[in-house]
């Protein structure tokens, strides 16, 4: 199938050209028919499927036939990131069309507010917001939401998961009752389903590859020591000039500076993010990360969902997500849209157990490679260890470590 076989505006199809689209992916093929037709759609996707074009196009097309630049579609995304991101795709893709698209989200110096609440006033034709700060806008009136026909929350799982459910319902009870609705979520848990019940008429449901990372990813991993994890990635990065840009996931924000510190002793060009960091201080770092000015990023699960940069070579996990589907998430950052990418996780011997949940959910055993020369001993892989009860969370260590022979210090 082609994107000609979609019957797409003229003006939409050049854009794709012009974005080197060549032919549309599975989730494309099934849902922008569906969403031309008015059907309500509820789509497990992954990032990396395509999937926001899936919903971008067919409504770009819907909306280059209605002439006033009223707010005829209503976007909700989890993440300021996430509601930039789809603003550009839609800027992109809509180059060729009369299509006017605003981006609400919060965590700015608060000039943004000012500007927000103008281009609100005045209308757009679509409307992609992160909850919270769009009801702030809504609760003083001045968005006239009564010409909206499309409701589309995108990472819906992701956001319920934030605490948005209530969020939701309340901005749901601003729009018009007769609607089209389209539910996207990388995973389907019990209460999206609710979600979706309460939300869709009828949907076209779309399953694609849910819990798989994206063909073109070696998945590896490396037994290793809290102590030894930091001289490793010196290692697995330094000098390989092959991973042009490395994104490195930990699980918290202090292990984010501890890691950017270890880092910077051998090589300058890395930089943190994490939701300590302005939002203006987040965009300029994500803005140098994808045009190459910085090789090494670091980052809490803020990055992991949603968020597109093109060409990352190499993913590290510094730890084990506590949540199987946030590897697939971490793991998806590299190898977009058919490129090849390396993903590399560091299990210790209290994240066994995690990592041999994640790798049930993939239906896939990762390779374990052996440490480098020197680095003595690593932890032994066993895929029925259990959580271990006496944790330390202060050092973050082990009090019972068992291991044969000492790691080595530094
Ligand atoms: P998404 O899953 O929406 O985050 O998209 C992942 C990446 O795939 C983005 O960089 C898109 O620009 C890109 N993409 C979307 N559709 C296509 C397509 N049909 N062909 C090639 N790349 C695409």
């Known amino acids: 199938m082609n994107f000609r076989d979609l019957n797409l505006h003229e003006s939409l199809l050049e854009a794709i050209s012009y974005m080197g689209y060549e032919t549309p992916t599975p989730i494309q093929e099934q849902a922008i028919p569906q969403i031309l037709a008015g059907k309500d759609v509820l789509a497990c996707a992954q990032t990396g499927t395509g999937k926001t074009a899936a919903f971008i196009l067919p409504i770009l097309d819907m909306l280059s036939a209605v002439n006033d630049h009223s707010v005829k579609t209503v976007v909700i995304v989890p993440t300021r990131e996430l509601a930039i991101q789809i603003d550009q795709q839609i800027q992109g893709l809509g180059y060729f069309v009369d299509i006017e698209s605003i981006a609400i989200y919060g965590g700015g110096d608060g000039s943004e507010w000012d500007q927000q609440k103008i281009a609100l006033t005045k209308g757009a034709d679509m409307i992609v917001a992160t909850p919270g700060k769009f009801i702030s806008h809504l609760n003083l009136g001045y968005v006239k939401l009564d010409k909206v026909k499309h409701l589309i929350l995108d990472e819906a799982d992701r956001m319920l998961d934030m605490g948005f459910n209530d969020d939701i319902q309340k901005i749901i009870s601003f729009l018009p009752k007769k609607r089209q609705n389209l539910l996207f979520s990388a995973t389907m848990p019990p209460k999206i389903k609710q979600l979706a019940k309460k939300m869709l008429v009828d949907p076209f449901e779309v399953t694609l590859s849910l819990s798989k990372p994206a063909e073109g990813v070696l998945q590896a991993a490396y ?188």
């Open 223 to 410: 037994m290793a020591h809290e102590d030894q994890k930091s001289a490793l990635i010196r290692e697995l990065i330094s000098g390989k000039k092959e991973y042009k840009s490395i994104l490195i996931f930990t699980s918290t924000k202090k292990k984010v500076n501890q890691i950017t510190r270890s880092l910077q002793t051998s090589a300058n060009d890395v930089a943190e993010i994490s939701s300590d960091l302005e939002q203006s201080e987040r965009e300029e770092v994500l803005a140098r990360f994808k045009s190459k000015q910085i090789r090494v990023l670091v980052a809490t699960d803020v990055l992991s969902r949603g968020i597109d940069i093109k060409d990352i070579n190499l993913v590290i996990n510094y730890d084990v997500p506590g949540d199987a589907e946030d590897y697939v998430h971490r793991v998806g950052r590299t190898a977009r849209a058919e490129t090849t990418g390396v993903a590399l996780t560091l299990i210790n011997e209290d994240d066994m157990h995690k990592f041999a949940k994640i790798e049930k959910l993939i239906e896939r055993v990762i390779m374990k490679i052996p440490l480098p020369p020197g680095f003595g001993p690593a932890p032994v892989w066993d895929a029925n260890a259990r959580p271990k009860r006496n944790y330390n969370r202060k050092n973050n260590n082990p009090r019972g470590r068992q291991t044969q022979g000492n790691a080595r210090r530094r």
